[in-house]
């Protein structure tokens, strides 16, 4: 089974459709780096432990300010770590995308493995 995500770009009158098959954007250093930075960790913990969130809603929980949740967030999306699981009126709800963690699973397992077998040389 193949792991796909779609990203649509564009408006309704026209929208260009990017397929990212198996999450090969991801990579080592992504994997790695996701959680070294506390807001990322902290809203993609908060994602896994509740459900989906506003950006509201996770201001209302976790100690940062909207602004930068919003800018983490955007950045989370980029990556295609969490996506939008809902719009209600003009606001939206996200939560963890876990293909694309199961993506970057599997690249720090290798990079592990990668790890110990030279220990064994």
């Known amino acids: 089974m193949t792991n796909q995500s779609t990203l649509i770009i564009g408006d309704k009158s026209s929208t260009t459709t990017v397929v990212f098959s ?16 506390p807001i990322q960790r902290d809203i993609i913990h908060t994602l896994l432990a509740e459900g989906e969130k ?11 300010d909207q602004g930068n949740i919003y800018r983490f967030v955007k950045k989370l999306r980029d990556e295609l770590a969490i996506r939008i699981s809902r719009k209600d009126g003009r606001e939206y709800f996200y939560d963890v995308n876990y293909a694309f963690f199961k993506a970057a699973k599997s690249i720090v397992v290798e990079v592990f493995d990668n790890i110990i077998e030279n220990e064994d040389k």
């Open 22 to 37: 198996n999450y090969k954007h991801v990579t080592e250093e992504m994997a790695i780096n996701m959680f070294s930075i």
């Open 54 to 64: 506003s950006i509201k809603q996770l201001a209302a929980i976790l100690p940062y």
